[in-house]
């Protein structure tokens, strides 16, 4: 079975241009979550997705945005991208959203901003 | 952010010994728990899960053990082997809110052939 699958894995972008990252979840998987990681700030939570509804948001201002497809598909976009943007974001996946549904991570996405 | 500090720890043990990791959580209401693994430009790979009603639970060379008294998980690794070098971090969520991870430092481990 395949894992969760980001694209593009690695990209670089200029300041106050804005990005689209893609997440493919596992099959079956339908709960779909997303995560910044930096050096400074280390793993912090944006946002997740269940159902193609948004049931949690993290503490990212509103040029952070996501959403969910149908087939449990996710899409994250950052709007007007300042340097500080810079970071891996990371996907991750579970089957449900219930306590002890395992919850599992693809390989990120590298976002650079220059 | 909600993520705590950023100067990792670091574990150095030797191929063959025993490693424990530790980890302090926050939230008092926190009910699940998991160890992830982090190779370098990789995503966090699952480990082992514990819920709030174990105290205890083993996997293959794994074990967590969960003292909700003083809010501390640790991670023992048995036999540790070159390819655990990692860095490995604790996150902790609550229930209704188990999606949004609360994730810890992380801990650099250091296996010495």
């Known amino acids: 079975k395949a894992g969760v699958t980001q694209t593009p894995r690695y990209l670089i972008k200029t300041r106050g241009q804005q990005v689209t990252l893609s997440c493919s979840p596992i099959s079956g998987h339908r709960s779909v979550s997303w995560y910044q990681q930096t050096p400074g700030q280390g793993l912090q939570f944006l946002f997740e997705?269940?159902?193609?509804?948004?049931?949690n948001k993290g503490n990212f201002p509103g040029r952070f945005s996501g959403r969910q497809f149908s087939n449990s598909r996710s899409e994250m976009n950052v709007s007007t991208l300042e340097l500080g943007d810079s970071a891996l974001y990371l996907c991750?996946?579970?089957?449900?959203?219930?306590?002890?549904?395992?919850?599992?991570f693809g390989e990120g996405s590298w976002l650079t901003v220059v | 952010g909600e993520s705590v500090g950023l100067h990792l720890p670091t574990l150095s043990v030797q191929e063959g010994d025993n490693s424990i990791i530790n980890c302090a959580y926050s939230?008092?209401?926190?009910?699940?728990f998991i160890w992830y693994k982090q190779e370098s430009g990789k995503g966090p790979q699952f480990i082992i899960d514990?819920?709030?009603n174990m105290d205890k639970r083993q996997g293959q060379r794994v074990t967590v053990l969960l003292n909700k008294t003083v809010k501390h998980l640790s991670l023992q690794i048995a036999a540790t082997q070159p390819g655990d070098s990692a860095v490995y971090f604790c996150a902790e969520t609550e229930a209704g809110n188990n999606r949004k991870l609360i994730w810890g430092l992380g801990t650099s481990l250091a296996v010495n052939p």
């Open positions: 991750a996946s579970s089957l449900s959203t219930g306590a002890g549904n395992t919850i599992y």
């Open positions: 997705y269940f159902s193609e509804t948004q049931r």
């Open positions: 939230n008092s209401a926190s009910d699940y």
């Open positions: 514990i819920r709030s």
